[in-house]
């Protein structure tokens, strides 16, 4: 992902005070992040590189050098799988709110020690023990969101766009994509019906399994990251996608596409947060590269790279932040920001049981297979 935003130069916060055992060795020690897709400022176009960033200064201020090594996923899906397979150790992973609550139920996550991450003081309270951490213990918000629906202008007539109704039409077939895990897609279907997305009645889920077996003909392709691509070359002209996302395809559309945006009445809002898996082999690290994150020069490099909101008082009241973002990007980002937790509580996806999870996934192959 490429950002025409210069990465701001801010000061960090306050980052002392933490100790880690056995610094001022020589030693070298790993930390193993695992993140969603184009969801770190990486350095590209002399952007602020957290990463690198985040092991020089860990190094001038413990004189111990660290190794990050930085991988990612496509969906919460492919996460869970992964981790929960035991073939890998990761100590910081960012899910979303729902595969968190599940992570935390099957104690798959490990209890933060919050003296070693003053600057949680900076998240607002608004984002603070939600639903799937409820007593605070697991997570520290990293970015929020709301889905919405991205189209192409040049090829969607106005008096269709509006709700969730635009990606069924079959004007548009072969032009629309759908979301390749299940979750999402099923929600999709589910707002559109007025369904409650969290039900534990299988005939609910199953009229969400028609009306996708209804569009099924007249979606192009089942896609996460691959979205990008096919949106800013033309070659969709529908989505449905996170609304940060829209701004970086925005950013990279080709000369005859248009790309807009807009939220239907019902859709998922949703938060992605920094946890401590249970396979973590280094905890005090992983806590100390959470509070870094939350330091306010890579925040704002964070938040200006993904396009994504934050939770992040650093980020949200930095003016030079709002006057790079504009206004445009910030109402539609930050939409709803004073009343985020009513509209979470509304519409969010909840942890559902595993005996419930395989019937949705059962339903979901019998979607992709045709």
Not at 68 to 83: G, L, P, R
Not at 124 to 143: I, M, Q, R, W
Request: net charge negative; with cysteine.
């Amino acid at each position: 992902m490429k950002k025409k935003i210069l990465a701001l130069c801010l000061s960090v916060a306050v980052l002392s005070g933490l100790c880690l055992t056995g610094c001022g060795g020589s030693e070298s020690l790993t930390l193993n992040v695992y993140n969603w897709g184009e969801y770190i400022s990486d350095g590209s176009e002399g952007t602020f590189d957290t990463v690198r960033e985040f092991e020089g200064w860990y190094e001038e201020t413990y004189g111990t050098k660290v190794k990050v090594n930085y991988t990612t996923f496509a969906s919460n899906e492919d996460m869970y799988s992964k981790i929960s397979s035991g073939a890998v150790s990761y100590d910081v992973v960012i899910p979303s709110d729902y595969m968190i609550a599940r992570m935390a139920e099957e104690d798959m996550l490990l209890p933060l020690n919050f003296e070693n991450i003053p600057n949680y003081q900076y998240i607002d309270e608004d984002f603070k023990s939600l639903y799937y951490d409820p007593e605070g213990l697991y997570t520290v918000p990293y970015a929020y969101g709301i889905v919405g629906v991205i189209y192409n202008a040049n090829e969607v007539e106005e008096a269709d766009v509006g709700g969730w109704e635009l990606l069924w039409n079959e004007k548009y077939a072969d032009k629309i994509l759908q979301f390749n895990n299940s979750r999402d897609a099923f929600g999709m279907a589910m707002y559109k019906l007025g369904l409650d997305v969290n039900s534990k009645d299988k005939a609910v889920w199953d009229t969400a399994h028609d009306e996708l077996m209804k569009q099924r003909p007249l979606v192009y392709s089942l896609v996460m990251d691959e979205i990008y691509n096919m949106m800013e070359s033309g070659e969709a002209a529908i989505g449905a996608y996170y609304a940060g996302d829209y701004f970086t395809m925005v950013d990279a559309q080709a000369e005859d596409v248009d790309l807009q945006f807009y939220y239907p009445e019902r859709t998922n809002y949703y938060v992605d947060a920094m946890c401590i898996p249970s396979c973590c082999q280094n905890k005090e690290l992983a806590e100390i590269f959470i509070n870094y994150m939350l330091s306010e020069e890579p925040a704002v490099a964070n938040a200006e790279y993904t396009y994504y909101a934050s939770p992040n008082k650093l980020v949200y009241e930095n003016e030079t932040y709002i006057e790079n973002m504009g206004e445009e990007t910030m109402d539609i980002l930050y939409q709803n920001a004073g009343d985020f937790a009513a509209q979470y509580d509304a519409n969010a996806f909840r942890n559902l049981s595993p005996d419930m999870l395989d019937y949705i996934n059962t339903l979901w192959e019998t979607v992709k297979i045709n």
